[in-house]
């Protein structure tokens, strides 16, 4: 990870071990951090709006339409577009993270596409070359200043990733990986609200789309227990959030439907162990 990936992200865990991150970066918050109650955008617009905020008028905003390691959290569409019109207001870049919900997680190819906006630039990343090592800035044209070779490196062209990343994209010639996704994540979704309501006492919350799902316990540590568990009966899935309070369900998006189903019932058997003590 560079030193300037560094500088835009929330996780502190990363970001305070490393000296000469870059200090130029503000963070706010996102949609819904706040409660349902505040709109964040208008926080930010007032903020950037006055000069005397001390937050300088930001080269650029940085967003995830659907946030990973922060905890599964999905900014709405109106929430998207209010932003993007902060930014055309105050001739701000709209650049948004795609790397782990971009290249058909959510469904569409974009996680943005439900909201209908058009970023300045796009950064894609993880599966767009099926684990192979590369990623991808999408920008206007005008907005490329370099020249050939300008912007280079030691490991950058692995050709056997563009073969990867082309035979990626030769899934999107139809519909039907999309609609597969959302096959997919209409039987997460039913399974993890089965879950959640199985047993109240856990005060469990679900939330995603597509192939991209959260499920948050309140309880402390309650989270990376389920984790292990899972782990002891053959199954990996990771902790996100603030306080790894959130269960992240990133299966493949061309998971068979029987191992789906056979992982979300070793999810369901963790957490029955757990809630019996």
Known sequence: MTLGS??????DFYRNEYDGVQGNTSFFPFDGYLGPDVDTIDYLRGFISDGGSGVDLPAAI???AVQGEGGVNIARPAWLRKLERLCRDFDILLIVDDIQMGNGRTGAFFSFEEAAIRPDMVILS???AGGLPMAILLMRPELDRWRPGEHTGTFRGNNLAFVA??????YWDDDQLSKSVAYRGEIMDKALQGIA??????????????MIWGLEFPQRGLAAKVSRRCFESGLL?????TRNQVLKFLPPLIMEEDLLRRGLRIIDDAIAALARG
């Open 197 to 210: 309501t199985g047993y109240p006492e856990l005060s469990m919350a679900v939330r995603g789309r597509g």
């Open 165 to 170: 990343a082309t035979e990626l994209l030769a």
């Open 62 to 64: 940085i967003v995830e």
């Open 6 to 11: 560094l500088a835009v992200t929330g996780n």
């Open 126 to 128: 993880k599966s767009i």
């Open 237 to 241: 899935i990771e902790t996100a959030g």
